[in-house]
């Protein structure tokens, strides 16, 4: 990766989000594109137009801590986008990571005993790497599938099974290729992530675009809206936790809150085992963003 050229990019597309008024700028004469000029952004953050102009056609060398401390308060970077910096600039050092490292044995061991949630262990690429039954029941059964395809990022955007169990398809989508994005700034020397990146931008549109925004992004919790064929809609909450002697590995799991229909939903699947009951009434996908293009 042209780190320089990216970082450039980057700072080009976040100025081209904001307006005058976000930074109590004058709006000036009639703007012919829409975001600040770099004159506006130079001025705030302190620095030369001259050189400013240099770093977004990525021309010039490294920019020092303060200077990118500026320009991240100009351009009004949130958490994850300073840490995406960061890495662009060489603030941060990672080394190159194995192929696919598994997790040690007794975290394996915990995945498989937690049954009343789906749970699952992933790393930066969103390779699966270690799945439960209620997981697998919920998504897809991961143990049938290829491994270069057991990975959430190309189920998401390469399976059309996957737009019909994300009812929230779009939002997903735009966060996931968010993640990617500032996973291959922090793992720049992880060639099998740019191979799954250069896939997905052929084989997806969707991805392509949203990657082309380059906008990043941290998950850590939340809540899914998904489809099941066997028992419907069901909304879960899910929680991502870092495994600290592992590079960008978390256990992620998915729970629904006690009493609710979601819980009955969930503990159904999991006693449904080995074949799949009749469709319940309330099997039929609900309306939903994020319709294929097709």
């Known amino acids: 990766m042209d780190t320089a050229r990216e970082l450039g990019r980057f700072l080009a597309s976040r100025r081209a989000r904001l307006h005058p008024d976000d930074l109590d700028l004058p709006k000036g004469v009639r703007r012919r594109v829409p975001g600040l000029r770099r004159e506006e952004v130079a001025l705030v953050a302190g620095v030369s137009v001259e050189y400013y102009t240099r770093l977004e056609q990525g021309r010039t060398g490294t ?3 303060d200077v990118m401390d500026a320009l991240a308060r100009a351009l009004l970077l949130d ?8 890495d662009l600039t060489g603030w941060t050092v990672t080394e190159s990571q194995p192929p696919v490292a598994l997790p ?7 995945v498989a005993q937690l049954h009343d949630v789906a749970a699952m262990v992933i790393n930066h690429r969103f390779d699966v790497l270690v799945w439960n039954h209620l997981s697998a029941r919920l998504f ?13 990022a190309w189920y998401l955007f390469c399976d059309p099974e996957a737009r019909r169990r994300y009812l929230e398809w779009d939002d997903l989508a735009r966060a996931t290729a968010a993640q990617l994005r500032m996973a291959s700034s922090h793992h720049r020397d992880d060639r099998i992530l740019s191979s799954l990146v250069a896939e997905l931008r052929t084989r997806a549109d969707d991805f392509d675009r949203y ?3 380059r906008d990043v992004q941290e998950r850590t919790h939340g809540s899914k809206r998904l489809w099941h064929p066997d028992v419907g809609e069901l909304t879960l909450s899910f929680e991502n936790f870092t495994i600290p002697d592992a590079d960008g590995v978390r256990l992620v ?6 009493d609710t229909s979601a819980a009955d939903k969930l503990t159904l699947l999991g006693i449904r085992q080995h074949a799949h009951a009749d469709q319940p009434p309330d099997a039929t996908p609900p309306s939903r963003t994020g319709l294929p293009n097709r």
Not at 79 to 86: D, I, L, P, T, Y
Not at 104 to 110: G, H, I, S, V
């Open 79 to 86: 958490e994850s986008e300073r840490r995406h910096v960061a």
């Open 140 to 152: 897809r059964d991961f143990g049938a599938m290829a491994e270069p395809q057991r990975n959430l």
């Open 211 to 213: 990657w082309r925004t």
């Open 253 to 258: 799991t998915f729970h629904a809150a006690p």
């Open 63 to 65: 920019p020092s801590r």
């Open 104 to 110: 040690r044995a007794a975290l394996t061991q915990l």
